[in-house]
């Protein structure tokens, strides 16, 4: 299976609209700063919009909060550099969707099946922190995300900025959907939502979210693609 890049275009498929990402969007001025500072800061980091990776065709989106400063922001490629991939993919392995259990950097060979990750927010917020606007400045980037799933597909959000950000995307009503860890949401076109708390290096360590927690969001999800977990 392909995985997207900035480099590597996706081939739109009829079926798929093509992605709208801009490498050069600097839409939310104070992002947009705050990147020109970290880069001056650390010059081997990326610090660009993060595309989504993985699978163009995946049947389940992840969908995070924005890059982290040294994960996403640094290597470019979602969850992969810093200890919010760690659970993450893992999980994915474990269910058939990564080749690897792990993910440090976006030159490693690393792919995705069925599944592709994108964040709320493109740039990296300070103190991981995106506001109201800046996330629905976003969102047009994450409605295309969303977009590509097929009639019957499932997005994971990864708390509730993610969560509610997904809403936007599908122009469901937050007051008929509200977050909740575990929970199932259905949408438009036979799409469900997942809830899960963040698998972030806070809540991973205080056990807000631990790994069995994040395994049953995964079967369910599995359960609604119909999807044996062995499948690779
Ligand atoms: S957060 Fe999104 S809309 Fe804002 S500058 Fe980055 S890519 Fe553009």
Redesign the pocket.
Known sequence: MANGTYCQPIVPDAAIPTPI??AS????LR??RFLDEVRTAYPRYRCL?VPPFGDPAARLLIVGL?PGMHGANATGRPFTGDFAGILLYETLHAYGYASSPLSRTAEDPLTLADCRITNS???L?PENK?TPG?VR??N??LAADVATLPPGGAVLALGRIAHDATLIALRARRSDHPFAHGARHELRDGVALFDSYHCSRYNTNTGRLTPAMFRAVFDAIGAHLDRDRSTA
Not at 25 to 28: A, L, Q
Request: include cysteine.
């Open positions: 990402y801009d969007c600097r839409r939310c992002l947009a919009p924005a927010v493109k740039c917020p995106p800046e400045m976003c047009d980037y």
